[in-house]
């Protein structure tokens, strides 16, 4: 418990600017919130996209994911429901029947709610709470990025934070959550072996106004999936795409890389591949002459 009190106050660190007060702020909401339990109202219930009720029972997992989100804003922004879907499937692949989903909703218009949930195949349980029960009885913290909670069976909080929002509390969560995973006794985040074609990659002489393609491809060649966290790159002007699933043991991915120049130059751009391997992070490297 201590290592995770440790864990979350160095991301509040990161997520908040420089500024001391916020700092102290966000450390003294994580700090009150641990441990605490989050409270159900008693009428509470949750259904799927299809209209089909889900009996509460069927949440008692080893631990449970809560987000609750509120009307303000961009409803669609803040749902961010296609990452959502592929977090779910890369824990349920890693840690299959010890982690359920509850998203409780309080949305201005629930017809446009119900239309962005169709149109993602939004697949989790959600609770419509209109008339904002969830709120009252928990207060939850006005930061949207703080409105989402890791539970354990109990209801108590264990880490505080939005995965979907930040790669720091996404780690948090798998490391708390691969603490009783019955493929890794050591409480470690599960691991695997990768094997990469090639790490540098010259993309050759083109005219600087046109976009030039390139690809990385990834061999899983251990017994556990591989999950690709996030990606990262040195700068705006490249841009990577993969597929979001878990990839299972001797199957492969590709990553497309693409570079938009600026102006002609020569260039040499690095891509960081945040993963479960063992080898994590994987520093890539692309380079060539945009003339």
């Not at 509390?169 to 691991?191: C, H, P, Q, W």
């Not at 002007?237 to 693409?258: F, M, Q, R, W």
């Amino acid at each position: 418990m201590k290592r995770i009190l440790c864990i979350l106050a160095i991301i509040a660190t990161l997520l908040s600017s420089c500024v001391h007060t916020q700092k102290k702020e966000l450390l003294k909401l994580i700090y009150e919130w641990q441990g605490r339990e989050i409270l159900f109202p008693t009428d509470v219930t949750f259904e799927r996209i299809d209209g089909k009720a889900v009996c509460l029972d069927s949440f008692n997992c080893t631990y449970k994911v809560f987000t609750y989100v509120d009307s303000i804003g961009c409803m669609s922004c803040k749902l961010k429901l296609s990452e959502w879907n592929d977090f779910m499937s890369m824990v349920d692949s890693l840690y299959p029947n010890t982690v359920s989903y509850q998203f409780i909703f309080q949305p201005y218009k629930i017809g446009e709610l119900q239309l962005i949930l169709k149109r993602e195949k939004f697949s989790a349980p959600i609770c419509i709470d209109k008339k904002g029960k969830f709120e009252d009885l928990n207060e939850f913290p006005k930061n949207a990025s703080f409105q989402t909670f890791l539970l354990d069976e109990k209801n108590k909080v264990l880490a505080v934070g939005n995965p979907i929002n930040n790669v720091k509390i996404k780690e948090l969560y798998l490391d708390v959550i691969s603490g009783t995973s019955m493929t890794n006794k050591r409480g470690a985040i599960v691991k695997t072996k990768i094997d990469v074609e090639k790490t540098a990659l010259y993309l050759g002489r083109f005219d600087w106004k046109e976009d030039r393609r390139g690809r990385f491809l990834i061999k899983n060649s251990g017994d556990k999936p591989l999950v690709i966290q996030d990606v990262t790159t040195s700068c705006g002007c490249t841009t990577v795409t993969y597929s979001k699933k878990p990839v299972l043991p001797g199957k492969e991915i590709d990553l497309e890389v693409v570079y938009k120049a600026e102006h002609p130059e020569h260039f040499n751009k690095t891509i960081t591949v945040y993963c479960n391997a063992e080898t994590s992070p994987l520093v890539l490297k692309i380079s060539g002459d945009a003339k």
